[in-house]
C-alpha cells in the first residue's frame, strides 16, 4: 500500500509539492490571486478569447438551447448537432477531410495513440513529449522508443532498429514547456520513408502559429502529410475539450477504437459553441495571431536583455530554466510578491534538474506591461540568488538523465532509488541507447 503520507512528505522534501492558487474573477491577462491584482504570465489563453464577450455569449447561448451536459457517450446518445457543427468548422480550419471531437486534449492524446499503436508495436515519442502523449504511449501496452528531444538523427537510428515493428511517430508540434517547434518536415519524411503513422499534438500551435494561427503543422506545409493532427479547445480557442483533424477513414477507425471516445462524456453544447465562437474571432480578426507573436517577441527580447538563456524558445511560451526546483519556486515567489505571476515548473512535469519559470505570453497582453514584468522577474532571480546570466552546465543535466531509470521506473527485481534521493517520479527519459557511430 502506498503510504500517503510519507510520499507527500517525500515530495515536499524535494522541494516538489503542489497546491493550488485560487483565482477569482475570468482568465484574462490580470487577475486576482488569492485575492491579490497580478499580472497573468501563465494562462494558455493565448488569444484572450476565454473571457471574450462573444465567446461568453455563444455558451450562455448554446446552454439555453441545447443544455449544459451532453448526456452520454455520443456512440450512446447521439451526436448533437453542435458537435457536427463545429467538427466539420475544424476540419476545414486545419485543412482536413474531418474532425473528431474528444473530451479534452488528454483524452484526445491517450485514445488516438492507444488506438493505432498494439502490443508488439513501437512508438517514437520525442523525450519532451506532453504527459498524455506518455500516457497513450502506455496504454497502447506497445514498446516506447524515446528520442532525445528534437533529434531526427537518433529517431532515424531508432527507426532502424525496430526494423518493421515500427507504427508511428507522436510529437508536440510547439513543445509546452520549451517553446521550441518540433522539426516537422523532417518528421513528415522519415514517416514517409519508412511506412509510419505520424501524430502532432497541436495543443499550443493551434491558434498561436502558422498563417490564421493554423499552427505549427501549418506554418511548415506538411499540415496534410500528418496522419492525426490533435489539437486542444481549451487554449487559444478559450473553452475546453479537444479534437483529432484527420481523413474520414481514419476517423471511422477512431469512432471504433479510441476508447477515451467511446467510454467518456461528449463534450459539454456551451464547451462546443464557446470554442465555435472562439473559431469566428480567429477568422474574422487574425491580427490576434499577429498581435501574440509580436507581444511573444517583445517579451523574450526584453529578457535576453537581462541576460536570460531562452534555449531556443521562438514561441509564445518563454522557459527561464533555473535548474533547481526550490529555486524556482524562490524565483515564483519573488515575482508574485512584485504583482507578476510565473509559475514554477518543476519534475516531473520537466526532466530533473530543468526547473524552471514557464511564462506563457497573450495577445491580450499589453507589450509595455511584458516588458516591465521581463525586468520584475529578472529582480525577482537576482534576489533568489540566481543571476540570469548562467548558463547552467549541460553535462550536469545530461548526468541527471543517465540516472534516471527509464521509461516507468527502476526494472522488476532493482531497489527502489533511497529515500529522499531526487527521482522522476513518472517523468520519460530517452530511450539508453547508444548511438549509430
Ligand atoms: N498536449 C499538450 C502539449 C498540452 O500542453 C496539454 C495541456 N497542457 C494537453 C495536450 C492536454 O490538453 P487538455 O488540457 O485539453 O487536456
Redesign the pocket.
Known amino acids: 500500500m502506498i503510504e500517503i503520507e510519507a510520499r507527500l512528505a517525500e515530495l515536499g522534501a524535494l522541494g516538489l509539492g503542489r497546491r493550488t492558487r485560487l483565482v477569482s474573477g475570468p482568465q484574462g491577462p490580470h487577475v486576482l490571486l488569492d485575492g491579490k491584482p497580478v499580472l497573468l504570465l501563465c494562462s494558455?489563453n493565448y488569444l484572450g478569447l476565454a473571457d471574450h464577450p462573444r465567446v461568453r455569449e455563444a455558451a450562455a447561448d448554446a446552454a439555453m438551447r441545447w443544455g449544459v451536459g451532453a448526456g452520454a457517450s455520443r456512440l450512446v446518445s447521439g451526436t448533437m448537432t453542435i458537435h457536427r457543427r463545429l467538427e466539420e468548422r475544424l476540419a476545414a480550419f486545419k485543412g482536413r477531410e474531418t474532425a473528431l471531437l474528444f473530451g479534452?486534449?488528454?483524452?484526445a492524446?491517450a485514445g488516438v495513440i492507444a488506438a493505432l499503436a498494439r502490443p508488439g508495436d513501437v512508438v517514437f515519442s520525442d523525450q519532451l513529449n506532453?504527459a498524455?502523449?506518455i500516457d497513450g504511449c502506455r496504454l497502447s501496452r506497445a514498446e516506447v522508443f524515446v528520442y532525445s528531444h528534437l533529434d531526427v538523427e537518433h529517431l532515424a537510428w531508432g527507426i532502424e532498429q525496430a526494423r518493421g515493428r515500427a507504427a508511428l511517430i507522436v510529437t508536440?508540434g510547439v513543445f509546452?514547456m520549451d517553446g521550441d517547434v518540433a522539426p516537422l518536415p523532417e518528421l513528415v519524411e522519415l514517416a514517409r520513408r519508412h511506412n509510419l503513422r505520424l501524430i502532432v499534438?497541436e495543443?499550443?500551435g493551434t491558434g498561436a502559429l502558422g498563417p490564421g494561427g493554423r499552427g505549427a503543422a501549418a506554418a511548415a506545409g506538411v499540415e496534410e502529410e500528418v496522419d492525426v493532427i490533435v489539437g486542444?479547445l481549451?487554449k487559444a480557442l478559450g473553452s475546453?475539450?479537444?479534437f483529432a483533424a484527420c481523413d474520414r477513414q481514419m476517423a471511422r477507425y477512431l469512432v471504433n477504437a479510441a476508447r477515451t471516445f467511446i467510454f467518456s462524456t461528449a463534450l459539454p453544447p456551451p464547451a462546443a459553441a464557446g470554442a465555435m465562437a472562439a473559431l469566428d474571432l480567429l477568422e474574422e480578426r487574425p491580427h490576434r495571431v499577429d498581435r501574440l507573436a509580436s507581444n511573444a517577441a517583445a517579451m523574450r527580447a526584453e529578457l535576453e536583455h537581462e541576460g536570460f538563456d531562452l534555449r531556443g524558445a521562438r514561441t509564445q511560451i518563454v522557459p527561464l530554466v533555473v535548474g533547481d526546483a526550490q529555486l524556482a519556486m524562490r524565483i515564483c515567489e519573488a515575482a508574485l510578491a512584485q504583482g507578476v505571476f510565473a509559475q514554477a515548473i518543476r519534475p516531473p512535469t520537466v526532466p530533473p534538474m530543468t526547473s524552471r519559470l514557464r511564462l506563457a505570453v497573450m495577445a491580450s497582453h499589453r507589450e509595455e506591461e511584458l516588458r516591465s514584468a521581463a525586468r520584475t522577474i529578472a529582480q525577482a532571480a537576482r534576489a533568489a540568488g540566481f543571476e540570469p546570466r548562467t548558463r547552467l552546465d549541460p553535462g550536469a543535466e545530461e548526468s541527471a538523465w543517465q540516472l534516471q531509470p527509464a521509461q516507468t521506473g527502476p526494472a522488476a527485481g532493482e531497489p527502489p532509488p533511497p529515500r529522499g534521493a531526487p527521482r522522476p517520479f513518472d517523468h520519460e527519459a530517452p530511450a539508453p541507447i547508444a548511438r549509430a557511430a
Open positions: 494558455n479534452s486534449g488528454y483524452l492524446n506532453h498524455s502523449i508536440d509546452s499534438d495543443a499550443h486542444t481549451g475546453y475539450g479537444a
